[in-house]
Structures are given as structure tokens and as C-alpha cells.
């Protein structure tokens, strides 16, 4: 008995060590037309949404270590697809302003264990506010430009 749960027990560690070597997407390709917002807008933007909706993710050392590393990887690649503030101008910028906006007024839903994992990310009521507000002043400028 004792045997075999150390025979698992070593397969289980071997086999961590293994999918280690397994090789993934942590790229950060270049910055083609960033989205264009005031300063502080940018400032909360990057802090809560860049790491998985632009190519500017700040790899954490957790990304590192398989399997977490593959939940993450696929996270920022998933989000990278819907909305991808580094390329902006290949957005459909009203429609993604409007998810946006619907996304940082539910907040607390949109990502919960990253937040739960990096509280310091979370956006304020005041900058949520502030984001909503100037989208809202900024989506219809920018629709003649779709
Ligand atoms: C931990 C990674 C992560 C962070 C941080 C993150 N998102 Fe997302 N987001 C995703 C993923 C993955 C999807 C696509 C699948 C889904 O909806 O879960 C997504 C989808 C979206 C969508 C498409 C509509 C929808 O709800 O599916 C919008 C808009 C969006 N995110 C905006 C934001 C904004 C704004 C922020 C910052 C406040 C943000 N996201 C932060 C990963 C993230």
C-alpha cells in the first residue's frame, strides 16, 4: 500500500517536471494603433484590462509554472481575440466601446479569480466612472470612422 502511493506519488512529481517542457505562447507581439484615451483613462485601463486584451500582458511568474501557465496562456489569447487594445484600429470600435462599457459596469463578474488573485488590478468606483463617462462622450465621435 504504502509502496504503491509513493510510486504514484513519484509519477505525479515526474510528470509535473515533464509537462514543464511542454512549450507555449507567451509572446508579446508589437503594438500596432493603441487604443487612443486622456492619460488616466489609460492609466486604469492598463492596470485592470491590458494583461489580457492588449500585447503589453505583464507575464506574472505564475505563468511560468504548467499547468497554471496553460490557463493562462489561453485566457490571454481568448481575450486577445475579443478585444485587443493594441490594434485598435482593426476593432469594431463602437461595438467594442459598447461591450466595454457593459463589461466594467459588472465588474466584479468579468474575471473574478484574476481579480481575486491580483485585488491591486481591481478598478475604483471613481475609475470605472471615469472610463464609463468619457466612452460614452467618445463612441459616437469615433463612429464615422468605423
Ligand atoms: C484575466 C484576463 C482578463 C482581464 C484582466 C480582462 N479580461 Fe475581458 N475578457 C477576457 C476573456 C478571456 C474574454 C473572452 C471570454 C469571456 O468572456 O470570458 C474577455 C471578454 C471581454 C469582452 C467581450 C465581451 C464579453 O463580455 O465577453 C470585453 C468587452 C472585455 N473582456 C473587456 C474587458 C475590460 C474592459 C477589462 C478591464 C476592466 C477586462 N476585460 C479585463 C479576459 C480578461
Known amino acids: ?4 502511493l ?3 506519488g513519484s509519477w505525479a512529481v515526474l510528470s509535473l517536471m515533464m509537462i514543464q517542457f511542454i512549450p507555449l505562447d507567451r509572446i508579446n507581439p508589437p503594438v500596432v494603433s493603441d487604443f487612443q484615451t486622456p492619460s ?20 506574472s511568474g505564475i505563468a511560468y509554472i504548467a499547468p497554471i501557465s496553460w490557463l493562462v496562456s489561453s485566457t490571454v489569447s481568448s481575450g486577445r481575440n475579443v478585444v485587443n487594445f493594441s ?9 467594442k466601446q459598447a461591450d466595454i462599457i457593459k463589461v466594467i459596469a459588472a465588474c466584479p463578474l ?3 479569480l484574476y481579480y481575486i488573485c491580483k485585488p491591486e488590478k481591481q478598478l475604483e468606483p471613481r475609475e470605472r466612472k471615469m472610463i464609463i463617462d468619457w466612452l460614452n462622450e467618445t463612441t459616437h465621435e469615433q463612429s464615422p470612422m468605423l
Open 1 to 4: 500500500m504504502s509502496l504503491s
Open 110 to 112: 468579468h474575471q473574478r
Open 40 to 59: 488616466s483613462v489609460k492609466n486604469s485601463l492598463k492596470k485592470a484590462c491590458y494583461d489580457c486584451h492588449s500585447n503589453e500582458t505583464g507575464w
Open 6 to 8: 509513493k510510486s504514484i
Open 87 to 95: 490594434t485598435w484600429n482593426n476593432e469594431k470600435r463602437e461595438l
